[in-house]
């Protein structure tokens, strides 16, 4: 169907047509067909082809209907496409991951890596602070053999709206996903931050701006994880920036590096967060400070 906002663009649309109509010319009126097609950029790409079919009209004309149907129907499906899809809130459903938490210790001056596995339950549908409907999420945590029972270890909250999913933890909330899900979409996933939103937990200068993180559909296809095969994952690239880490000179260094996998009708399926600062010898507190979280998809109900 065709976008008619004024008076003056119908006269010209419909001058158009009769010009192509008085003319006898098929490769006209297959141009006015297509500059008005949902998909006419690719349109465009066929049409220098059509020249040499010339006296072929029935053709040309199907062709024409076919790519203005086809093209339509194709804009439909990325319509339907949810942001909730990728991030789905059953209750009752689960994810057990992989964690690897990357620690500081001796005071700065090592980093270590240890391994659970952590289980994220949805446990009830609740409403959110803003007066809308929201889930709350439970985490379990175990050691990485799967020997212990779980334990108790936070809790946070998914809020899908019709076109985005939001998450709340530790009062920060984040903006996971929006539609459309399409290659190179971008938006502010940290725009509702404070400032210095880490501040109470690490004095470091990594999240200084965090709220201006620019999120990003990087891609869509299927992926590999722990031996399974997940279809339909869409990866979501927050920041990759880095400067001396790591450390190759006794100078100033920082890394931020975050991103995450969610695979459609699962939920997420891989995060990696790296948020780590390193001051030199020199400083009043040489040495590094920040954190680094692995989560890798085990299984799922």
């Known amino acids: 169907s065709l976008s008619i906002k004024n008076k003056n663009q119908l006269t010209i649309i419909g001058s158009t047509f009769e010009e192509a109509k008085r003319k006898n010319n098929p490769s006209l009126l297959l141009a006015f067909f297509i500059s008005f097609s949902p998909c006419s950029q690719m349109a ?28 339509k129907k194709e804009t439909e499906v990325l319509q339907a496409e949810l942001p909730s899809d990728y991030l789905p809130t059953t209750v009752g459903k689960y994810i057990t991951y992989r964690l690897d938490s990357t620690v500081v210790i001796d005071f700065g001056g090592n980093i270590v890596t240890r ?8 446990d009830a549908k609740v409403t959110d602070n803003l007066g809308r409907p929201s889930y709350r999420v439970f985490r379990f945590l175990r050691d990485k053999d799967g020997t212990e029972a779980w334990k108790p270890s936070g809790s946070y909250f998914i ?14 909330r984040f903006l996971k996903l929006v539609g459309p899900i399409v290659e190179g979409k971008i938006w502010t996933g940290n725009k509702f931050l404070p400032v210095d939103p880490y501040g109470p937990l690490y004095e470091f200068f990594n999240d200084d701006g965090m709220m201006d993180w620019e999120y990003s559909y990087d891609n869509i296809g299927t992926i590999t994880l722990a031996g399974k095969t997940y279809n339909d994952v869409v990866t979501v690239e927050h920041i990759n920036d880095a400067s001396n880490i790591p450390v190759v000179v006794d100078a100033v260094g ?16 891989y995060q ?30």
């Open 115 to 122: 391994s659970y596995q952590e289980k994220h339950q949805i």
């Open 44 to 71: 465009a790409k066929i049409h220098e082809s059509f020249y040499q079919l010339m006296r072929a009209k029935p053709f040309y004309f199907l062709l024409a209907g076919v790519l203005l149907f086809s093209c």
């Open 254 to 269: 920082y890394q931020n590096r975050s991103w995450e996998q969610y695979a459609k009708g699962i939920g997420m399926v």
């Open 272 to 301: 990696e967060i790296t948020m780590l600062e390193y001051q030199p010898s020199s400083s009043p507190r040489p040495g590094f400070k920040g954190f680094g979280v692995k989560r890798t998809i085990i299984d799922h109900n």
């Open 159 to 172: 809020t899908p709206q019709t076109n985005t999913v939001e998450v709340v933890e530790n009062n920060l």
